[in-house]
């Protein structure tokens, strides 16, 4: 078997994995190699030909493609080495890495740290209970998205989606585009899970029908679809009986959400976030074994490419300075989301981090809501708080807290004590409210 | 077009468990056997829907066809799994008592098991059972333990049987669905299927949910199929440690209730409900039905999360009325045609024992037998690279670099071992045929992955275009066409249809 020492080993050659080799490497680790399983370095980007990557980060609007191309380069400049259909079977609690490909055959690769990058997977038919008959024809976003745009064929001609996540309203945009007619976009919550500007060029400049609060409840045809029976959903998501009808369709696309891809990371022995469905990580993007990083989807589901990237360098720099032995100690302080709050990663922060550099928090609101403060709070201190004139759970909220705001004087609070974000109404009173809700 | 015509000693009509077992065990003998099946593929009716289970044979009314051949099954299978190369694991089997009352019936159940002949059956304590299955629900009482319950993949065994039938001389038509039966003086002659005419001494009904259509061409009508619907939810393999072997709750009056057991693939099933139905193709899971898989599982296994489970999917029971029983033997009035119908629960088990007593009517019938020196009763398991060693593995991707291609990232399954399986003696030219043959697209993503890259495999090695690979034969195609096909169909009908979707509200609540 042959074996390979490097630095760092990066699984996954998405946005998430170029972006933390090419940054690990300019940090100065020594031999980064990166990995990816399929024949191209760029990940899911490959097949996104639509625009509108990379706006907030390189001011551009650019396709999935040349988004991925510019790091793609950057990687390649400063000096990433890249294995391509390769994948890797399993990560050994010791950092281990065992992969395979067609011209090394099986390998063992020994990092002094990892990266995780390996995205996440779409949540598919079985994950969300579709009853119904199994014809051909039920298709997640994503796949269809690659049959139509890397192979050029057709999934259907007459197209419902279920899900208003991002890649559904792509997709029904693109086949549109392609000639076939989608009948309707079904989305169970009484608002949309995708981005507000995918509902405007997507749905609404095609004339298609976005239904809200309404699910799939039966799948008919035997040997491909021939409808599917639609229905209202109640407050508590159910279907109401007597509110079903029958749309006359060929496929059925499901764009039902990502599930972050964290076998590797169990393998590695990482504790995992229930709520993300990632694993816990420190504002080094440190898993809870000791050299083993992640970034990207495979820690939480992203909105924007941009703040993948921006994880990415996070993650590139701790396993960088990791692997020189710069890491922060001391104390630290664990993150937990307050009021209105899903969920916030990192969940970790390294108090010296706090007193040295900004640090940025990402989070997703749990409803809709408009004019609100988002606030970190210590104890009963806000530390920090943003204005936001919308949040909506579909896209992600980023908070940076200044350096310095968190001073070390936190830690005569004792363990127990919690950076708590949470959304509070702005109109409202500002008194304090004694601790936020957990 | 003339049809072509096929002389044969036997037409088995049906490649299900049933008719591939049948035809395996005929292959023994110098005789002409045909197998006949209207799907694209052996295993795609009751056999690939099912809960997997070779039952130790307590269940059945002593003295029945399902009592006696259930037992003889259970004691087949381990020499004709080894021989054919098709998992199985004698892991035992649990029936599981939540109060006295059910505690008391385990004494009936085994007693009944004794009278069929089932060996070791024991009523064992709730420390016992917890110590067995740590993850079973703390209220249970005591358990009916059959040391010679297991499990197995039916659809392997189904391919495997149908692969040794065909290196032993066995033809095999699959999309062969049979339009006629041809019957003079009381005998079946001919069966018909589109452009094959096979005539035939003697014909073998094992067409499932379908036996009684397929009985009703010689004239008779002496049972009628109505299938029973199973609902079953497939769990991700993360959960496949809950329990170590079939747990069944203590039997409920029209099937053996639903049963929590792992798949010798590591993962974690869990069905069937039991629902009659008018319709033989309604394959449908419901929310209602699913919703009582879920709490029949979850009295068994509390700890069962919702949120692994990977897939749904309903399988058709074969159940024939009136009589509760297998339907084994010659038809009323018709010598030659033999059915081996009604084949539910424990269908999967007795199969091998099925074929052996239908071996014996058509003998009885006047088929002679003279063994075959020639026989070859081994097939070799195909290479699966996730069951080797990583020497082994390495040697493999020497050997051939498409050994160290992954094509499904859930079961790490590599292109060789797709190739493989479609250049077998039976074809494979489905999505779902390369799943049951490799697992690909078997795994917690569902083909969501694998899918495309399935296709082009099949569409390169088989030249199959792309538009034309369905799911599971028939119409089921994966695709439409090429892009921009389907906007050159509608240049027509381009204007019209821009002002309808014009027409349309934009977004509707």
Redesign the interface.
Known sequence: ?RIAECDIAVIGAGPAGLAAAARAKQCGACRVILMD?DRELGGILNQCIHNGFGLQLLSQELTGPEYAEHFINEARDAGVETML?T?V?SVAPGGRI?A???????MRISAKAIILAMGA??R????V?I??????GVF?A??AQ???N????????RIVVLGSGDIGLIMARRLTW????VEAVLEIL?FPSGLTRNIVQC??D????????HTV???HG???VSGVTVARVDDSLK?IPGTEWDIEC??LLLSVGLIPENELT?DAGGELDPVTGGPVVTDEMETSVPGVFACGNVVHIHDLVDNVTREAWTAGEGAARFVAGRQPAGLTIRTRAGDGIRYVVPHILHLDNLAARDVRLFMRATRPDERVQVEAVVGDQVVFSKFERVVRPAEMIALTIPRGKVSSGVAAFGSETRLIVRVRPRDCDAGPKGGAKA | MQPRRIAADVVVIGAGVVGTGIARELSRYDVRVVLVEKQADVAFGTTKANTALVHAGYDAEPGTWKARLNVRGNALYPKTCADLGVAYKNCGSLVVAATENEAGYLHELKERGERNGVPGLEVIPREQVIELEPHVNPGVVAALWAPTGGITSPWELAIAYAENAVANGVELLLSAPVTGIGVRRGRAFSVRCPGVVMDARFVVNAAGIWADDIERMVGRDDFEITPRRGEYYLFDKRVGHLVSRPLFPVPAELSKGIVVTPTVDGNLIAGPNALLVGDKGDLSTTAVGLAEVLEGARRLVPGLPIRESITNFAGLRAVAAPIGDFIIGPSPGVPNFINAAGIQSPGLTAAPAIAEAVRDILADAGLALAEKPDFNSVRKRPTRFSELGPEEQSALIESDPLWGHIICRCETVPEAEIIEALHRPVSCTTLDGVKFRTRAGAGRCQGGFCGPRVVAIIHRELGISPEKVTKKGGASFILSGRTKDPLLERADECVDEREEVGGRAHCRV
Not at chain 1, 100 to 106: A, I
Not at chain 1, 131 to 136: L, Q, T, V
Not at chain 1, 178 to 181: F, I
């Open positions: 078997m399983r259909d994948m079977l065992t395979v490909n067609r011209s090394g055959g099986l997977r779409e598919n038919r079985g994950a209970t009853p119904g008959m199994r014809p051909a997640t994503g796949a690659r049959f139509v890397m192979e050029g064929y057709m999934p259907g001609k392609e000639g076939a007619r009484p749905l609404n095609q004339g298609i029908p976005l239904y809200l609060g409840v039966d799948v035997e040997e491909r279907p060929d496929t169990r």
